[in-house]
């Protein structure tokens, strides 16, 4: 049983009081961010809303749902209604969204309560969450190191075990990066299987929200919950479209492959040794260990660097200071502030991405680069499914590194992009991946390594993860 469901249980049970357990929690809530930083707003007033609805509706009889009580921290990027969702931007300090996004009506729909909003990369654009208009998110286990990002403050929140669940969302690796920096479990679902009504989009083919937990069950439960088909979303894909859910019952016959590309980069040491060790231990449980190719993986990060900035220059081109979010005060005229709102808005990072984005999209460029690039995601895409028809599951590390100490990279992108080389990969295929702590580096800070399944394999994904946390603990 996991985190969440064990909560559940004692406020069900009795054990714990909702009232009492809040009147503590909320004052942690506010410790944990004067350490961290991982919170753009904690939403009091919600919290306790719902803690009324809650104990009213268990004095009445009625039974509770999946997460009656549990606390849930919301990235900054996934609209709750009456709150900020400000992407952790200054062009978005004072919007308030009328609506909740889809995934925030199932969890308030189940009895969770939303008690914060998490602090991010602007508009999702960094691995590090040090480009945050709110200032950096520090990692809990060592905070002068960063927490992964662009999910860095819901990684945060559920590695300080004050709270058990939080949402993000993935694009590039943004929760499976910071998952594996911070030491939880991120799922990265297939693409189209929770609804993206209420995301606020970077780019709009490789965004997808899911969980970060303390451990498989929890996210396992979080992803029942918010998965599934949604008529508010057109890249919602149908329920009858989804196979027949598989759940793992052992490791013996799995078939587990390893990407030769992947070990051609550069690991850290300690990484490469817990990667060894759990191949050793898969093997030794029944588990058949094959070696696969991705041919076009060195391409990865380029492809995607290419596709998801000309899809951001895109979609933030909406963000203009006319219809909400920040405006310029004394233009003297409509371009002038188009311009000085964007750029008083738009951090360095968002504005990088958002000149490359608008160069692969223009006129004499777009056929060399982002045609290109979209011709590579296929060819990508292929090699997974070629991978698929050979194993079940395929296991890489989840990052090259373990956390690096913030200001390390900032002053160098590519190395920053290049955290991201294990993950990026994923969404360019649509595919899911999970990341699941496996043993600590020299300096005892978490390693995580990432598991990929074909479409829909979550459920399967989700097994293996929590059978690697039985291993992790022997």
Do not use: W
């Amino acid at each position: 049983m996991g985190a969440a469901a064990k909560l559940r249980r004692r406020f069900e049970e009795g054990e714990a009081g909702l009232g009492s357990y809040y009147d503590r929690l909320l004052p942690e809530l506010e410790r944990i961010q004067r350490d961290l930083n991982c919170f753009t707003s904690i939403t009091i007033g919600l919290a306790h809303q719902t803690i009324e609805r809650l104990e009213k509706k268990a004095a009445s009889g009625q039974p509770g749902g999946k997460l009656f009580g549990v606390p849930v921290v919301v990235k900054d990027n996934i609209c709750v209604s009456g709150h900020p969702t400000t992407c952790s931007s200054r062009i978005l300090q004072n919007f308030t969204p009328p609506y909740d996004a889809t995934v925030i009506t199932k969890l308030l729909a189940e009895d969770a309560v939303i008690v914060a909003k998490s602090n991010m990369d602007e508009f999702g654009m960094g691995s590090s969450n040090e480009n945050s208009a709110q200032g950096a998110v520090r990692n809990p286990r060592d905070p002068a190191r960063a927490p992964g990002g662009s999910s860095g403050g819901s990684a945060a929140a559920v590695a300080t075990g004050v709270v058990p669940i939080a949402l993000g969302s993935d694009t590039g690796g943004s929760i499976r990066q910071p998952s594996a920096f911070c030491g939880v479990v991120g799922l990265k679902p297939t693409y189209g299987t929770v609804s993206r009504y209420g995301l606020v989009a970077f780019a709009s083919s490789l965004d997808q929200i899911g969980p970060l937990a303390a451990d498989a069950d929890t996210a396992r439960l979080v992803f029942d919950i918010i998965s599934g088909h949604d008529p508010k979303d057109t890249t919602s894909i149908p329920q009858e479209s989804y196979p027949s859910r598989t759940d793992l019952k052992e490791f013996k016959g799995l078939r587990i492959g390893i990407p030769r590309e992947y070990f051609e980069n550069d690991i850290q040491p300690e990484i490469a040794a817990a990667i060894a060790d759990l191949k050793e231990r898969l093997a030794d449980s029944g588990c058949r260990i094959i070696e696969v190719s991705l041919p076009n993986a060195r391409h990865a990060i380029a492809t995607y660097y290419t596709i998801a900035d000309a899809e951001a220059s895109s979609n933030l081109a909406r963000f203009d200071g006319v219809k909400f979010g920040h405006r310029t005060a004394g233009a003297s005229n409509l371009a002038e502030m188009y311009t000085t709102t964007r750029s008083e808005g738009f951090g360095a990072e968002v504005k990088r991405r958002i000149m490359l984005g608008t160069y692969v999209l223009s006129s004499g460029y777009y056929d060399a680069y982002y045609r290109k690039a979209q011709q590579v995601r296929r060819l990508i895409s292929q090699d997974f499914e070629r991978a698929f028809q050979q194993t079940d599951l395929l296991l890489s590390p989840s990052t090259p590194t373990t956390a690096f100490k913030l200001g390390e990279k900032v002053d160098d992108p590519l190395a920053m992009y290049l955290s991201d080389i294990f993950t990026v990969s994923v969404n360019l295929a649509g595919i899911p991946a999970i990341s699941v702590p496996y043993g600590r580096d020299g300096e005892g800070l978490p390693i995580g390594v990432q598991f990929i399944g074909p479409r829909f394999s979550e459920y399967q994904l989700l097994e293996v993860a929590s059978q690697v946390e039985q291993l992790n603990d022997a």
